[in-house]
């Protein structure tokens, strides 16, 4: 692998994965360019400041001749470009093509949020007799990791070879009391390109007290290409019986059968078909929906297909919820990489633990992270292409 290093400073690498299509005759479609696979690459660019730090947008060439685009702020995936069924390219993740859009709006576009992601009930948690106050960012709950939460920090980089393919390793270390959480803690993520191209997303994190962890990667996804409309016609299949209601967001603890109601997606529907029937203004979905089989094991979540293009992104995950969001507060107000954003230009499905769990008894045990203890988090998403 070829890895250009335009000043000595920097040694970089941005690892994503895109897999070809398939022709309807079923042999592998070229890229849209028909031009020989290349060589891998990467490069590195200047992304802007944060403050006094610079950050860097780095630049992925695979074997194939198809690129993606990642920036150590907030470990964001900005670019990720997935050919059709004819072999076009286009980029089917929502972004900004500068540091300055990531700075002035709260959308966690592809960002990697923590230090838990998701909802906190009322902002508050107690754990081992003492009761923790966080910042009400989305009053009067918590949200992502509070008012300055992992999207929003510069995470240092190593590139290297797995065996398994290219790899970029982003790790970002948050103190003692930061956001008003105990416990100095230690987090990885980890992207790697496969050869079976399957971009993969290793999540891990270590602490020196106890504290809370459940790390997420917030992808907005529209695999018609992020500037294509709207993902209502997008047909979606969720691997989940159940999901967790809410108080109209934060979950109390129940569990609820999918069957009979606008959260059944256990069959392939279309995503807009009963959006309007969940009961959230503005409409849409942002629930928490309960992933089958046993967690800890690496199981199918999800599988997302858009029928113009034939793009197909299939999820698989080792955590025991996904967050299933259709870009409800997206209002035509942003405008990124040449695109407006309006309502439900994008979709997310973020694998993480149950929103909340630190305040259900019977829950909290899965975000309590204590000394010795290692929080790991895998997710794999596969992209291929139908005739």
């Known amino acids: 692998m070829a890895v250009v290093e335009p000043r000595?400073?920097?040694?970089?690498?941005?690892?994503?994965?895109?897999?070809?299509?398939?022709?309807?005759?079923g042999t592998p479609a070229e890229p849209a360019s028909a031009q020989p696979p290349a060589a891998a690459a990467t490069t590195a660019a200047p992304f802007g400041k944060l403050g006094d730090t610079p950050v860097q947008v780095y630049t992925l060439t695979?074997?194939?001749?198809?690129?993606?685009?990642?920036?150590?702020?907030?470990?964001?995936?900005?670019?990720?470009?997935?050919?059709?069924?004819t072999g076009r390219l286009a980029d089917v993740v929502s972004g900004?093509?500068?540091?300055?859009?990531?700075?002035?709006?709260?959308?966690?576009?592809?960002?990697?949020?923590?230090?838990?992601?998701?909802?906190?009930?009322n902002a508050a948690f107690a754990l081992d007799g003492t009761r923790y106050t966080l910042a009400a960012n989305d009053k009067p709950h918590h949200l992502h990791g509070g008012s300055r939460g992992w999207d929003k920090v510069v995470w240092t980089?190593?590139?290297?070879?797995?065996?398994?393919?290219?790899?970029?390793?982003?790790?970002?270390?948050?103190?003692?009391g930061e956001e008003g959480y105990p416990g100095t803690v230690t987090a990885k993520t980890v992207y790697t390109l496969t050869r079976d191209n399957e971009l993969r997303v290793d999540m891990e994190a270590t602490t020196d007290k106890p504290t809370l962890v459940n790390l997420a990667h917030h992808g907005y996804w529209n695999l018609g290409g992020h500037d294509s409309g709207t993902i209502l016609d997008h047909e979606l299949t969720l691997y989940a019986d159940h999901y967790t209601p809410g108080v109209p967001?934060?979950?109390?603890?129940?569990?609820?059968?999918?069957?009979?109601?606008?959260?059944?997606?256990?069959?392939?529907?279309p995503v807009g078909r009963d959006l309007k029937r969940?009961?959230?203004?503005?409409?849409?979905?942002?629930?928490?929906?309960?992933?089958?089989?046993?967690?800890?094991?690496?199981?199918?979540?999800?599988?997302?297909?858009?029928?113009?293009?034939?793009?197909?992104?299939?999820?698989?995950?080792?955590?025991?919820?996904?967050?299933?969001?259709?870009?409800?507060?997206?209002?035509?107000?942003?405008?990124?990489?040449?695109?407006?954003y309006v309502q439900h230009a994008a979709l997310c499905l973020e694998t993480q633990k149950f929103p909340n769990a630190i305040n259900v008894p019977t829950w909290?045990?899965?975000?309590?992270?204590?000394?010795?203890?290692?929080?790991?988090?895998?997710?794999?998403?596969?992209?291929?292409?139908?005739p």
Not at 250 to 267: C, H, I, K, N, W
């Open 364 to 386: 909290r045990d899965q975000v309590v992270l204590r000394p010795g203890q290692t929080y790991r988090h895998r997710m794999i998403h596969a992209f291929t292409a139908e």
């Open 62 to 85: 695979n074997r194939n001749g198809l690129v993606a685009k990642i920036t150590n702020y907030g470990a964001i995936v900005t670019e990720l470009h997935v050919p059709d069924r």
């Open 278 to 340: 969940t009961g959230l203004t503005p409409a849409g979905y942002d629930h928490n929906f309960v992933v089958n089989g046993d967690p800890g094991q690496l199981r199918p979540v999800a599988r997302l297909k858009d029928p113009k293009s034939g793009r197909v992104m299939t999820l698989t995950a080792d955590q025991p919820g996904v967050q299933f969001y259709t870009g409800n507060f997206l209002d035509g107000s942003l405008t990124g990489k040449g695109a407006t």
């Open 96 to 121: 900004f093509d500068t540091l300055d859009g990531y700075l002035t709006n709260v959308s966690y576009f592809g960002a990697i949020v923590g230090r838990v992601a998701n909802r906190i009930g």
């Open 249 to 269: 967001l934060v979950p109390s603890g129940e569990t609820r059968a999918v069957t009979g109601t606008p959260f059944d997606f256990t069959s392939a529907k």
């Open 8 to 25: 000595a400073c920097l040694v970089v690498l941005a690892v994503m994965g895109i897999v070809a299509c398939s022709t309807p005759s």
């Open 157 to 176: 980089a190593r590139p290297f070879d797995a065996e398994a393919g290219p790899s970029l390793e982003l790790t970002y270390v948050s103190a003692d």
